[in-house]
């Protein structure tokens, strides 16, 4: 069965950096598009970033810039690199894969990002 699985969350003060990756597993991960979404308490979730089968990529407004996206094919993981963090990117953060029959989630991680 499909299974994502993020890490790498954690504590970081603002402007500071952190890697998170997404494991992938039980289906022909290079085949499809890989997002990251989150979700900040009290808000709703949000796409955040994207990366094609192909390697084309797409960044929500509030984090181009600082955040890239990457894919290893060979490894079947999935990364978000997260530059100049700000208090305002704190949320539980959200590997997805939009296949034909559903879309496929983790269960999130959390980052938290100090003033």
């Known amino acids: 069965q499909v299974q994502l699985v993020e890490s790498g969350g954690g504590l970081v003060q603002a402007g500071g950096s952190l890697r998170l990756s997404c494991a992938a597993s039980?289906?022909?991960?290079?085949?499809?598009?890989i997002n990251w979404y989150r979700q900040a308490p009290g808000k709703q979730r949000e796409w955040a970033a994207g990366?094609?089968?192909?390697?084309?990529?797409n960044y929500a407004d509030v984090v181009k810039g600082r955040f890239t996206i990457s894919r290893d094919n060979a490894e079947n993981t999935a990364s978000l690199q997260m530059n100049n963090l700000k208090p305002e990117d704190t949320a539980v953060y959200y590997c997805?894969?939009?296949?034909?029959?559903?879309?496929?989630w983790g269960k999130g991680i959390l980052v938290t990002v100090s003033s």
């Open positions: 039980g289906f022909t991960f290079r085949a499809y598009t």
């Open positions: 990366i094609t089968s192909g390697g084309r990529t």
């Open positions: 997805n894969v939009p296949r034909s029959d559903m879309d496929y």
